[in-house]
């Protein structure tokens, strides 16, 4: 991918799972050292607190395992 990226190519890679609650894919980001643009689509979130019908100033707790 960083040669690509360098070679003056579009790289894209997609990546499972929702920006705003995974950060390791920052980490991953700084460690190819090229520039990169993050577009998420409805963030699981929103689209769980959708669902339920909670509005947006509800308050949530986000955990993991």
């Not at 998420?40 to 959708?50: N, Q, T």
Request: a negative charge; hydrophobic letters at 55%.
């Amino acid at each position: 991918m960083v040669e690509a990226a360098q070679a003056g190519k579009s790289v894209a890679r997609v990546y499972a799972g929702d920006p705003a609650m995974y950060v390791a894919i920052l980490e991953q980001i700084s460690l190819l050292g090229i520039g990169c643009e993050i577009v998420p689509g409805v963030s699981s979130v929103f689209a769980a607190a959708a669902v339920y019908g909670a509005r947006a100033e509800a308050t949530v707790i986000l955990t993991r395992a």
